[in-house]
Nanobody, 120 residues
Framework: QVQLVESGGGLVQAGGSLRLSCAVS????????MGWYRQAPGNERELVAIIPSGGSTNYADSVKGRFTISRDNAKNTVFLQMNSLKPEDTAVYYC??????????????WGQGTQVTVSS
């Protein structure tokens, strides 16, 4: 069983910062790409940032220059540093990981979501 547990959401004023964390636990071989998505009320879930196991990161245009994704492979954890937050960043944030099972099968897992609320 593979689990993703997120932490770090909360309420912050516009211009403030938050750091989200997502730890992957369970039995697996390794992790390919890890990413963060968000979903605001009435909207579809959208990609925020993604970081492969090797190579360059990718960001949504709306967060470029403000958000930074990183990962600690030794701890199977992905982070999202969010600076200069805006009210339009308010959403439930979900982490995602493409996990290589011991069987060799690649399976996508999601965290439970963490609420980020930015007040104006």
């Amino acid at each position: 069983q593979v689990q993703l547990v997120e932490s770090g959401g909360g309420l912050v004023q516009a211009g403030g910062s938050l750091r989200l964390s997502c730890a992957v636990s369970g039995s697996f071989f390794s992790i390919n790409a890890m990413g963060w998505y968000r979903q605001a009320p009435g909207n579809e879930r959208e990609l925020v940032a993604i970081i492969p196991s090797g190579g360059s990161t990718n960001y949504a245009d709306s967060v470029k220059g403000r958000f930074t994704i990183s990962r600690d492979n030794a701890k199977n954890t992905v982070f999202l540093q969010m600076n200069s937050l805006k009210p339009e960043d308010t959403a439930v944030y979900y982490c995602n990981a493409d996990v290589i099972r011991i069987s060799g099968k690649v399976q996508k897992y999601w965290g439970q979501g963490t609420q980020v609320t930015v007040s104006s």
